[in-house]
């Protein structure tokens, strides 16, 4: 079982920067790939990044490539998001999520969610 925790959410300007983390907790969590997703009001669920459980590989949707950055650290089980140059259209609610049986962008493959934290941009 793993659970994860995430934080480092909050309001910034456009132009800004945040970093968010990912606290996991559980032994399997290192054999995991993690992701993040974001969902914005009224919106459905969508994949934001994803990195592979070595750290060595990660692949990003289309509208956050070169802006936004994800990694790991396997010792401490974080894995963290480096938002830079965020738009007012990146304001959602962020949720970390791990898979141990695949590398996918599709949300049903991630088995372990945290609870997710507010990344409000203003313009």
């Known amino acids: 079982q793993v659970q994860l925790v995430e934080s480092g959410g909050g309001l910034v300007q456009a132009g800004g920067s945040l970093r968010l983390s990912c606290a996991a907790s559980g032994r399997t969590f290192k054999n995991c790939a993690a992701g993040w997703f974001r969902q914005a009001p009224g919106k459905e669920r969508e994949f934001v990044a994803i990195?592979?459980?070595?750290?060595?590989?990660?692949t990003y949707t289309d509208s956050v490539k070169g802006r936004f950055t994800i990694s790991r650290d396997n010792a401490k089980n974080t894995v963290f998001l480096q938002m830079n140059s965020l738009m007012p259209e990146d304001t959602a609610f962020y949720y970390c999520?791990?898979?141990?049986?695949?590398?996918?962008?599709?949300?049903?493959?991630?088995?372990?969610w945290g609870r997710g934290t507010q990344v409000t941009v203003s313009s």
């Open positions: 999520a791990a898979s141990p049986t695949s590398y996918s962008r599709d949300s049903e493959n991630f088995a372990y």
């Open positions: 990195i592979t459980a070595s750290g060595g590989s990660t």
